[in-house]
């Protein structure tokens, strides 16, 4: 039944043009991006043939394996396949993570499962890529003292998350520390978060105002999709009302534009 989800997902088996905004680095230079939470893996990027895609798949494991987009006309690196099959693994074994790849290197983040290493993911990636493959793991073990968890998510929701002009999605830069934020909120059960967007002060005022609605939405969404209970959020825009920085200047208005989450209540 997994495959029913991967065929159906993003017309796998099409070849699409790809879009000047895709994540994915160099592109169209060969490169692939793949995300796990705590139930599914989703893959998007070059992959070497249709049974490939089924050997990542079958790597996948108890996750449940979506494509979004794939593409298969582009000459891949030797490692490629048997590499990308391995990240799939790996990140099938964290609780949740991220992992991108180009030809030239590779970078995996998230948060470890009971049994895994951060010093034996690496090893296991550096063994299956040519020496001169830059490789940067960065997996950390979340803290199971209420205090501890609730110090870190002091610590990760500091910095607010800032967005292109006129984007209401969650950026994809921003998924590790989200993923982070929603592990930590897993050990602190009674913490609850409120979520706000904001914008600068260009243009409609209502259009700002509907703006940062949908980018507090769609931050909250991403969390409630890593199993963060409605209940625990608190979403709301505010517009251009509350600005850190002025917005007669382009870095003031890209600080401006930004999501900003923080602790609402605890126990």
């Not at 895609?53 to 494509?67: I, M, P, Y």
């Not at 950390?140 to 998350?161: H, I, N, T």
Request: overall charge neutral; some cysteine; aromatic content about 4%.
């Amino acid at each position: 039944m997994k495959w029913l989800a991967v065929l159906a997902a993003g017309g796998l088996l099409s070849l699409p043009t790809a879009a000047a905004d895709m994540p994915v680095r160099d592109w169209p230079s060969p490169g692939l991006e793949v995300a796990a939470s705590r139930e599914s893996i989703s893959l998007r990027g070059h992959i070497a043939s249709t049974s490939h895609l089924f050997e990542l798949n079958e790597s996948s494991g108890r996750k449940q394996l979506t494509a979004e987009q794939t593409y298969k006309h582009v000459l891949l690196p030797d490692h490629w396949r048997a590499t990308s099959t391995l990240l799939v693994t790996l990140l099938d074994e964290l609780h949740s993570g991220d992992a991108a790849m180009t030809r030239d290197d590779i970078v995996l983040r998230g948060t470890l499962a009971d049994t895994a290493t951060s010093e034996a993911i690496e090893t296991r990636l550096r063994n299956s890529v040519p020496p001169t493959t830059t490789v940067t793991v960065d997996v950390w073990r979340a803290p199971s003292a209420d205090g501890a968890c609730e110090a870190l998510l002091v610590a990760l929701l500091e910095q607010s998350f800032r967005l292109r002009a006129g984007s209401v999605s969650v950026s994809g830069e921003h998924f590790p520390r989200l993923n982070r934020i929603a592990d930590a909120l897993d050990r602190c059960p009674g913490v609850r978060l409120r979520i706000s967007g904001h914008t600068d002060n260009t243009g409609d005022a209502s259009d700002n105002q509907r703006i940062s609605a949908e980018r507090a939405r769609a931050y909250a969404d991403y969390l409630t999709g890593l199993g963060v209970a409605d209940k625990r959020l608190i979403w709301e825009g505010r517009g251009s009302a509350e600005p850190v920085a002025n917005n007669r200047s382009a870095a003031g208005r890209n600080r401006n534009r930004r999501v900003a989450i923080e602790i609402y209540s605890t126990p």
